[in-house]
C-alpha cells in the first residue's frame, strides 16, 4: 500500500489531515509509517499527481476521494462531510476509502 497526502504548505489543513490518515491507517490494520507527504510547491508539481487541491489522499497513486476535479491550482480542498464542507475528510470517511478502495 502507498498511500500519499499531497499538500501545500499554506494549507492549514493538512497536518491534522496526516494526524487522521494515520489514525484511519491503524484502525485498518496498517502501519503510520506508511504514509508519505508530498509537497506541492508549483503548478509543475500538481500536473504530475492526481491533485485536487491540498489536502489531496491517495492511495496506490489514485485520489483516495474521487469525483473532485484534477487542478494545478494550489489552493485548498473542500470535503463533504456528516457535518457540512470542511477542509479535509473526517477518520470515519477516511477508513471507509482506505477499505473499499479498490473495490
Known sequence: MK???LHIAE???WIEAGRRVTEALQETGHEAKELRYRLIRAEEDAAEVPF???PTITLNGEDLFPGADPSVDLA???YATPAGLAGLPTVAQIREAI???GN
Open 3 to 5: 498511500i500519499e497526502l
Open 11 to 13: 494549507c492549514p489543513s
Open 52 to 54: 485536487a487541491g491540498s
Open 76 to 78: 485548498c480542498r473542500i
Open 99 to 101: 477499505l473499499t478502495h
